[in-house]
């Protein structure tokens, strides 16, 4: 045992003589900074470039896809309502109203359906990255209404001048009113957007949402008035067409007039009837992302530094 004991210090202090000294260890260094969490916005920042630069060019490919789809409804509409505006014969005048309606309310549905769809898709990861505290939802919500804007108004934009184009409305002697049309309808085409999004946000499935934001379209559209065509009336209900004959109608005014719209109204009620609407269903958001997706543990003390 003792002879062992005598061996292994021999080869210990071998291996001291060989071994190179250690050095002394340093003055001592800085500890690591704390870790602070982004900003409100900071976090917009960073979703601003995930959305534009991160997902390139997928992002590109799906905004010329949906332009193409919106332009081809707009051309399809176009060519149902050619030249509608061909004189100012009395059996037009319908017919003009019933282009703004299906513009408005009935062709713009697969436009629709596909806001909700991809609100949808990456609900489940938006949900995630709040719950893991990538991000606040008030933020998240934010800066995609604020990068999705210019892509969604150049859609917008696609889906409605073609048709309005191809229908020979904008006359020549009526120019200045195209300026106020387009605007007008693109910022409502805007707000049925924000509503599809509010109702993909909130429902838990994509046909919860689309009932819902079908019933918030009917009701946009009855508000301009009664929305079947009198000549496709029943023969059981054909002779509500007779109740108020349609006579006497030349102008633009006139045909407002047969559908009991006042046209006396300020120029500035309509855009801040709209603007109100879609302030509405924006806030609606707001408030359901900022109560519904708050992660685990969210509280003033969680969001302290690290």
Request: proline share 5%.
């Amino acid at each position: 045992m003792l002879e062992s004991s005598q061996r292994v210090e021999n080869l210990v202090e071998v291996f001291r003589r060989r071994q190179v000294a250690l050095s002394d260890p340093g003055p001592p260094g800085n500890a690591p900074m704390d870790v602070y969490r982004a900003g409100f916005f900071g976090q917009m920042l960073a979703l601003w470039i995930r959305a534009l630069i991160y997902t390139f060019p997928y992002n590109v490919v799906h905004f010329f896809r949906r332009l193409f789809l919106a332009a081809s409804i707009s051309v399809l509409v176009g060519a149902i309502f050619w030249n509608v505006r061909a004189g100012l014969d009395q059996e037009h005048v319908l017919d003009r109203l019933g282009f703004h309606y299906t513009l408005l309310g009935l062709c713009l549905w697969p436009l629709l359906l596909g806001d909700v769809t991809d609100v949808w898709r990456e609900k489940s990861y938006v949900s995630r990255d709040i719950n893991e505290r990538l991000y606040n939802g008030i933020a998240y919500i934010i800066s995609k209404l604020m990068y999705s804007l210019p892509t969604a108004a150049a859609i917008a934009a696609a889906y409605v001048f073609p048709a309005y184009s191809m229908t020979g409305l904008p006359q020549r002697e009526e120019t200045r009113n195209f300026g106020p049309y387009m605007g007008y309808t693109l910022l409502y085409l805007l707000t049925v957007r924000a509503v599809a999004m509010t109702s993909a946000w909130t429902f838990p499935t994509r046909q919860r949402a689309a009932a819902f934001l079908g019933l918030v379209v009917l009701v946009f559209c009855m508000s301009g008035g009664y929305a079947v065509h009198l000549m496709d009336l029943s023969l059981v209900t054909s002779w509500l067409q007779w109740v108020k004959a349609i006579c006497g109608i030349v102008t633009d005014n006139h045909a407002l007039a047969l559908f009991g719209l006042h046209r006396e109204w300020p120029a500035a009620q309509p855009i801040l009837v709209v603007l109100a609407v879609h302030a509405v269903f924006v806030i609606a958001s707001i408030v359901y992302i900022a109560l519904k997706m708050r992660g685990p543990g969210a509280s003033p003390d969680a969001d302290k530094t690290r």
